[in-house]
Each structure stands twice: as C-alpha cells, then as structure tokens.
C-alpha cells in the first residue's frame, strides 16, 4: 500500500491490532435456537427457575406484611406470582420477541403499590385481612390499567418507531444500567447475613471461573451448574447453623435473614391450589393510583428494553429487529395485564438477573427458559414443595444478584465496541448520561428515605408518584439523557454517525434486511404470514 499523504503505512503482521467487531456474541455455547441435549436442558431450566425465585419471593414479602395480610396470604401471592411469571416467559418466549427471556416480578412497580397501600382510603379498616383484601383489588385495578400502556405501545408500533433511533451509543447506558444500577439489591442484601452470603459469592465465582480453568475438562460441568452447586452448598451450611443454634439468641431482624425455617412459606402452603383470576375479588379502580402505575409501567418499558438488548447479545443472536422489540413489549403489557387479573401485587418486566445467568452459563437456548417456566407453572400448582425452594434465605439470592446484574451492566459496555471512543461527542454523551443517571435517581432515594416521601410533594399525589417513580429508575434517566443527546446532536454529520455506531445496526433496523433475523426472531407456527414483522 502506497503511503499517500500522511496515510497510515500498512501494518506488519506482528503489530497490534484492534479486537474485531462481533454481530453476535462468540463463544456461546449453545445460542437461541441450539437447545442442548434434554438431561442438561432440564437442569439449566431448574437453575434459571431457582434464580428468579428470588425476586419473587422478596416482593411479596416486603409488601404483603404492610397490606396486612399473614404467612398465608403471603404464601398464595408468591405461588400466583410464580404461576403467572410462568405463563408470561411462555407468552414471551413463544409469541413476543422469542428471546430467552424470563419475565419475572420487577422492583420498579413497588414503589406505586406502596403508595397504594399508603392511601387515606384503606387506613381506618381495622381486621388484616379484609385490610389486605381491598389494598390487593386496589392494586389489581391500578396494574390492569397500567397494562393498556405497554399494550397499545407495543402493539400499535410506536416502540418500534423510537427504538429505530437508538444507536449503540445510546444502548450503551440504557444496558449498562439495567444491570449495574441494581447495585443496591447487591452486597447490601448479602451483608445482612454475610455469614451466608459471602460464601455463597466465593462459591460461585471458584465454581464457574476457577474449577474449570483448573480442572481443563471437555464437559463444562461446573461452570454450566455452578447456581446449583453452590446455592446447594451455602443452603446446606445455612440449615446446619439454624439447626445447630447458631441464631439462638440473635436479633429477630438476623434471625429472618439467615435462618432457612423463617419465611413462613412451608407453612402457609397449601398442598395443591391452582391461582385463578379474580382469586382476591372483583378489582377496584381509582385514577391516582391508576397513574402511578402508568408512570411505574412506562419506566418499566424502557428498563426491558434495556433487558431485552442484553439477552440478545447473551443469546449469541443478532440485534434486535424493532419490529420484534416492539412486539414483545406488547405481549409483556399482556403479562401486566395477567398480573392484574390474577392478583400478584406486582407488575412484571424481564428479569435482570435470568440475563445475567445467561451469560454464565453461556446457553442462551430457549428450550431452556421453556423448561423453567414449566418449573414455575409446575411448583406454583403443588404449593408446599415450591415453597421449600422459595425458603432459601435473601442473603444467597443478593450474592447470585452481585454477578447476574455485573454480566447485564457489562453487556452494555460491550456496545462500545461499535463506538469511536476517541470523539469528544461519544464521551461527552457516555459520561452525562451514566453520571445522570446514577446521580438523579440517587437524590430522588435519598430524599426520600429521609424523609419518608419523595422531593415532588404537592397535593396532587397522582403526580407526585408519576415524577418520583420516573426519576427514581436510573436506567430511564441515564437511557433518556444519551438517547435526546444522541438524537439532537449533530445527527446528520456523516462523522457523527459513525462515531455513534449508527451503521452497525443499520441492517437490523428492519427485519428482511438480515436473513439472520428471520432464523431468530420469526414467529411459530407460520403465524408471520399474519403477523408480519416490518
């Protein structure tokens, strides 16, 4: 090669060269539609049932003691949670965007369904139970309008008109804070009972990363079950120090942390019991609370869209067509929908953690994920035994957490592979929006756990909820910060476009244009002749 004016000379063979560009994550054992072989597939799908268990066992029992109900009460929404988490990862897997993906209890509507319970309007009931009964329609009512919004947007195609404008750039923040801005759920949750959960971090991280580099086996035994391994460990130990007196004399706070007898769902199980909707009563609708969990909706939205680019890349298959984002977004307001109807105290998003267990076990089959939500539907029905697993103390599930949501943070900085780093524009644009993004929600918190409500108090408490929900999610912030400024800045500078990745994704932006798509993404069933993806 010619070194014409200042062109760089052709490189040697032994220099350096930048890592190559990947569509679609390498490495990957087996991607989305490569199931591995049944044994295996049925234990993976057990491990990824036992991961979302932890979110959906924690929510119910932050919040069903404030609705005042008891370990029943508790009991029966766990087991609806499970058995409508089951019935959306089916919906989600089969009709929406067919990605491994697990649709499981989401935090982001808690903070609406205590607003609720909160409400002048169930104070002065006095009996629990009936206490529990209206806060649970009054929640039923709010979540099953909430759904019409992801709906509507998913279905009707507006999604897929403002995801067509999301670059790797604007991904990039969006993803990484899905995963990292859970920081919180994390080592917090394992220093409750750190003699439990620090050993299970140290476990897992020996089992998947150490063992196998040691051990140099053909088969990827204990990388692939490493959940198994050492959740079976940790709770073992953890039964053998609630056996053996260990927390005899403790506070009660550490004894319901670490003590494997205290959940008080064994007990409250019933042996067979299938949810039903309308199990609670007939829903009650108010349109304050109704906002408020349109606002939680709509944050949650952009949160599994962030979810869903993470899964894609863990699943070893190629970007997201935003017809397909689209669609799924619509199938998981049906998901919300459900969880109206049948009572789950909680909306539902795609599970964060599930991603990230993607990515350690490096199988992004959806057969696998299939299988767990038979295991959710399966162990929801037959109370007791569900309850067994759902007992394993918080503290091993936030240790599971510290890895699951890293792998999701880290899959959105690897979307900086498609981004120059070295313009002013990408770092100006990386570093507000993450900055932002941590640093707007973290007042928002703080504000409140002072003083017991959020910094916007007006009388209008519709609209306070709707701007604490909104600025309390920190990949909405930091996604709507990199998103306006990606779309505003520069955008038709030929430079700029490049900077930002823009070319990249260009081919995924409609689903003909990549053969890849259509292998991945189409519909069963033939049903694409009548729901065809643009």
């Not at 669609?327 to 009572?343: E, K, N, S, V």
């Amino acid at each position: 090669m010619a070194g014409g004016g200042g062109a760089a000379p052709a490189p040697k063979p032994d220099e350096l060269q930048p890592h190559p560009v990947k569509d679609q994550l390498p490495n990957v054992s087996y991607c989305i539609t490569s199931p591995p072989p049944w044994p295996e597939a049925i234990l993976l799908g057990f491990q990824h049932f036992l991961v979302m268990l932890g979110t959906t066992v924690i929510i119910p029992t932050a919040l069903v003691p404030q609705m005042g109900g008891g370990n029943n009460e508790k009991a029966r929404v766990v087991q609806t949670l499970l058995f409508v988490a089951g019935i959306n990862t089916l919906f989600q897997t089969l009709f929406g965007t067919r990605l491994p993906a697990v649709i499981g209890g989401s935090y982001t509507f808690v903070v609406p369904t205590i607003s609720i319970i909160l409400a002048g309007r169930y104070s002065d009931i006095v009996d629990p139970h009936e206490k529990f009964l209206r806060i649970m329609r009054g929640t039923q009512g709010a979540l099953i309008v909430a759904s019409t919004l992801q709906i509507i947007v998913g279905f009707s195609g507006l999604w897929r008109n403002v995801t067509r404008f999301l670059s790797p750039l604007a991904a990039v923040p969006l993803v990484a804070l899905a995963g990292f801005g859970l920081y919180e759920l994390g080592f917090p949750g394992v220093a409750k009972c750190i003699e439990i959960g620090l050993p299970q971090i140290i476990l897992l991280v020996v089992f998947s990363q150490y063992i196998p580099h040691a051990l140099h086996s053909e088969k990827p035994v204990f990388d692939r079950f490493a959940v198994i391994f050492s959740v079976a460990i940790v709770w073992l130990y953890a039964y053998f120090l609630t056996v053996g007196g260990a927390y005899k004399h403790s506070p009660p706070k550490t004894q319901l942390h670490c003590r494997t007898d205290r959940s008080g769902l064994v007990g409250g199980s019933p042996w067979i019991r299938v949810p039903y909707p309308f199990q609670w009563g007939a829903p009650t609708f108010d349109a304050g609370e109704a906002f408020a969990m349109l606002a939680a909706s709509f944050v949650s939205l952009v949160e599994s869209t962030g979810t869903f680019i993470a899964v894609t890349r863990y699943a070893s298959a190629t970007p997201l067509p935003p017809s397909v984002l689209s669609r799924g977004i619509g199938w998981q307001g049906i998901g919300i929908l459900l969880d109206g109807l049948f009572g789950t105290v909680n909306g539902s998003s795609v599970s964060v953690e599930n991603a990230g267990l993607l990515a350690l076990t490096r199988v992004g089959s959806r057969r696998v994920v299939q299988i767990s939500a038979g295991f959710m539907i399966f162990f929801s029905i037959l109370g007791k035994f569900g309850a067994v697993f759902a007992s394993i103390p918080a503290p091993i599930f936030a240790a599971l957490y510290c890895l699951f949501f890293a792998y999701v943070g880290a899959a959105g900085l690897s979307f900086l592979q498609f981004c120059n780093l070295n313009s002013f524009r990408t770092k100006f644009i990386l570093g507000l929006s993450v900055f932002m993004g941590l640093s707007v929600p973290q007042y928002f918190n703080e504000y409140t756990s002072v003083a017991g409500y959020g910094p916007v108090h007006t009388k209008a408490r519709w609209f306070n909820d709707i701007i604490n929900v909104i600025f309390s999610s920190k990949p909405f912030v930091a996604g709507l910060v990199a998103f306006f400024l990606d779309n505003t800045l520069h955008r038709h500078n030929q430079a700029a476009k490049k900077d930002r990745g823009y070319y990249w994704w260009k081919k995924f932006r409609s689903f003909k244009a990549d053969v890849r798509s259509e292998e991945f993404y189409s519909l069963p069933f033939n049903l694409n002749k009548f729901f065809p993806s643009v």
